[in-house]
């Protein structure tokens, strides 16, 4: 199993402004992801945070727009750029610690006035 | 079309009743997991089958993937309203989740 942690848990946002995600395990994993959960909705992933290299983004989201970080095996960050109301959601991250198996951080939810 | 179907959206029952949520797909996965989140948290993983026709039990919730290894059913008996949340299947190997079945039990 994995404990995660993110950061904020939640915010306020106005609109045209950037929120930076943290999100922290508290051991390695090579895999690690970014979902987005509209209000009342399921999960749609938004992108694969890799270490060392550029995340790898699902179709209908952009780095423009969620740029990610991940410097490290235990971190990462997602920023939602330039907010709009239709940005208001919930903003998870996982990991993956054995094969086909995830653990979640608590949510960052986030909304934009 | 989503990968995964789930039915139904929305379930309101009473206290000891039973009931049984299903995940769909035309797609065969090498397993299937069944996550439940509360408000305010994210989801939690209740169980992974891997095997068709395999059939799972956590306490008062039964689990079964299909023969196929194309659908699975999530079977309550007598609900509780701690088994109030969003019932959430997951493709492990697609990270495709259903649209979720969202329960409420009243007590």
């Known amino acids: 199993s994995a404990v995660i942690s993110q950061k904020p848990s939640r915010d306020i946002c106005q609109r045209g402004t950037s929120l930076t995600i943290q999100c922290q395990v508290d051991s390695q994993v090579t895999m690690m992801f970014w979902y987005r959960q509209q209000p009342g909705q399921s999960l749609t992933l938004i992108a694969t945070a890799n270490q060392g290299s550029e995340a790898t983004y699902e179709s209908g989201f952009v780095i423009d727009k969620f740029p990610i970080s991940r410097p490290n095996l235990t971190f990462s960050t997602l920023t939602v750029s330039n907010m709009s109301p239709e940005d208001s959601s919930i903003y998870l991250c996982?990991?993956?610690?054995?094969?086909?198996?995830?653990?979640f951080g608590p949510g960052t939810r986030l909304t934009v006035l | 079309t989503q990968l995964l179907e789930q039915s139904p959206q929305f379930l309101s029952i009473q206290e000891g009743e039973n009931l049984t949520v299903y995940c769909n797909s035309s797609?065969?996965?090498?397993?299937l997991q069944w996550y439940r989140q509360e408000p305010g948290e994210g989801p939690v993983l209740l169980v992974t089958v891997v095997t068709g026709g395999e059939v799972k039990k956590l306490k008062r919730l039964t689990f079964q993937f299909g023969d196929a290894r194309k659908d699975s059913s999530l079977h309550i008996t007598a609900a509780q309203p701690g088994d109030t949340g969003l019932y959430l299947c997951n493709a492990g190997n697609m990270l495709t989740f259903g649209g979720g079945t969202r329960l409420m039990v009243k007590p």
């Open positions: 797609s065969v996965f090498s397993s």
């Open positions: 996982s990991v993956e610690t054995s094969a086909d198996t995830q653990y």
